[in-house]
């Protein structure tokens, strides 16, 4: 009878792979001062329905993060996290956009985002932007801003980042998992 490895051998390298998998995708930033968020050429959707492209926002400050709508876990933290940066800014007069990018073009259709801007009541906020790429920019401008994902099981894994960019389009700060602190983060 052949001599087959055992279940926690076969687990133990699966989750090994994964692993493996997980580290080849991640994508390191770049340098603060050779990001320009508005020089990356892309089109997107947005959920008006409208092609636009990052450059439309050239010459006003923006915060960009990367979320899908049907997520319950990271991206709740993430519109939890910019509703607060949105908060504080308001009471000190600070001028952005907020744009979100989504982690799931096939799911994340001008219909689903319209969807969550009602689920999270942001109706007529015309400074939220819901956008929808191709694959292919999509984890183009991921890399760009260092988020890393991938498809989970049932769902997409991914980093929790918030990006502040410069009416410029260089990068101002960053919120991830060890920098949480809002006002800092709006600091000027």
């Known amino acids: 009878m052949p001599n087959f490895p055992n279940k926690n051998f076969i687990r133990l390298n699966f989750f090994l792979s994964l692993w493996v998998a997980y580290v080849n995708c991640l994508g390191a930033p770049l340098p603060k001062s050779e990001t320009n968020i508005y020089h990356f050429s892309s089109s997107w959707t947005d959920d008006d329905g409208r092609t636009v492209s990052l450059s439309e926002w050239q010459g006003r400050s923006t915060i960009i993060a990367m979320a899908y709508s049907d997520c319950t876990r990271v991206c709740s933290s993430t519109l939890r996290k910019l509703k607060e ?21 096939t799911t994340d259709t001008q219909e ?30 991921a890399h760009l ?32 998992w060890d920098n949480q602190d809002a006002m800092k983060f709006l600091e000027p």
Do not use: C
């Open 85 to 105: 940066i949105e908060e504080i800014a308001n009471t000190q007069h600070l001028l952005f956009e907020i744009i979100v990018v989504s982690f799931d073009p």
């Open 112 to 141: 689903a985002w319209k969807f969550y801007r009602k689920k999270n009541n942001l109706v007529g906020d015309k400074r939220w932007h819901f956008l929808t790429g191709t694959d292919l920019n999509t984890k183009k401008l």
């Open 145 to 176: 801003l260092g988020v890393n994902y991938w498809m989970g099981l049932d769902h997409i894994i991914h980093d929790f980042r918030i990006v502040y960019v410069n009416s410029d389009g260089t990068v101002k700060s960053i919120l991830d």
